[in-house]
């Protein structure tokens, strides 16, 4: 059974630093992995994915890498920003279905 | 470019009451479409998923129903709502082979 895991929890770290959130999953059999965004109060925004033939995915200050083989994902966050204070949480898909297996996600804040 | 609505954005129903939440996407044809939920500290529950008209699969067993009467509406139901129905209910939908998920802007239901 698939499961998922990020780590920390909960992170708060002041405006300007780079940021790394960890995702990791039980089964390598993976067909791909999708980060998200949510804010409180809403629905999840769609940050990256991942294929599992890809090494990682960059969206601005976003970098998402994959190591299948270990079963983890990182999600950089260069710089960061107020306006990055929300939960992270990575999803993945595997072969021959169409259900997300999600973690628990990480809560950020990012204060001034 | 594809949108997903829901409705309502928030409902506060008594115990033993009935529930229609509905889900619409604009823009894509034959999506696949999902209804989760998020209770208070806890991660996205799969309730259920369907991959074309009048095609539900059921995750979770409860007394919640799930009906997909056109390609791109999805409504979850109940006769009888419990306590433990409170919660945040997200609806999505994919395509492709990539199954990329976009998210609703989700309901908060209280159930009193």
């Known amino acids: 059974k698939q499961e998922v895991t990020q780590i920390p929890a909960a992170l708060s770290v002041p405006e300007g630093e780079n940021l790394v959130l960890n995702c990791s999953f039980t089964d390598s059999a993976i067909y791909n992995l999708q980060w998200f965004r949510q804010d409180p109060g809403k629905g999840l925004t769609s940050l990256l994915l991942i294929q599992s033939s890809q090494r990682e995915q960059t969206s601005g200050r976003l970098n998402a890498s994959l190591d299948k083989s270990s079963g983890r994902s990182t999600l950089y966050i260069a710089a960061s920003q107020p306006g990055d204070s929300a939960t992270y949480l990575c999803a993945v898909k595997r072969r021959n279905t169409d259900k997300l297996i999600f973690g628990t996600g990480t809560r950020l804040q990012v204060f001034p | 470019s594809q949108t997903i609505h829901q409705w309502p954005a928030t409902l506060v129903q008594p115990v033993g009451s009935p529930l229609s939440l509905e889900c619409t996407v604009e823009g894509t044809s034959n999506p696949n479409l999902y209804w989760y939920r998020q209770a208070a500290g806890r991660g996205l529950q799969l309730l259920f998923y369907?991959?074309?008209?009048?095609?539900i699969s059921s995750e979770v067993p409860q007394n919640l129903s799930a009906s997909r009467p056109q390609d791109r509406q999805f409504i979850l139901s109940s006769k009888k709502l419990l306590l433990s129905d409170s919660g945040f209910y997200l609806c999505?939908?994919?395509?492709?082979?990539?199954?990329?998920?976009?998210f609703g802007p989700g309901t908060r239901l209280t159930v009193l």
């Open positions: 999505a939908w994919s395509e492709g082979r990539i199954n990329e998920q976009f």
């Open positions: 369907s991959v074309g008209i009048g095609q």
